[in-house]
C-alpha cells in the first residue's frame, strides 16, 4: 500500500511529483504514510469518537495548530508559505 501511495505523490516516471490539493487528501496521505487511520488519528487528536473527527474532516477547516499537530502524530512537520519566484516566502 505504501509502495503505490509513493508512487502516486512521486508520479509514474518519478521525476514530477503530482499535486495533493485538498487537505483531506493530505491528511489521508499522511495517515498513510504513518501507517495509522483516521480513527487513530482521531484519538491521538484528543477527538471524543472517530465520527466527531471525520465531521471536521469532512469540511477540510483545520487551523495550522491543527495542521501541524497531525503533522506531528504523523511524524512530519507542517509547513505553509507563500512562496514567489524571488524567492521571497510569507
Do not use: W
Not at 501541524?68 to 510569507?90: L, R, V
Amino acid at each position: 500500500m505504501l509502495h503505490r501511495l509513493i508512487s502516486f505523490i512521486i508520479g509514474k516516471n518519478r521525476t514530477e511529483a503530482v499535486k495533493i490539493s485538498t487537505i483531506q487528501q493530505k491528511i489521508d496521505m499522511a495517515c498513510a504514510y504513518a501507517g495509522i487511520s483516521k480513527a487513530e488519528l482521531a484519538r491521538k487528536l484528543g477527538y471524543k469518537t472517530p465520527q466527531a473527527f471525520q465531521k471536521r474532516y469532512n469540511t477540510g477547516k483545520f487551523t495550522q495548530e491543527e495542521l501541524s499537530e497531525i503533522a506531528h502524530i504523523t511524524g512530519g512537520t507542517y509547513i505553509s508559505i507563500f512562496q514567489y519566484p524571488d524567492g521571497t516566502q510569507i
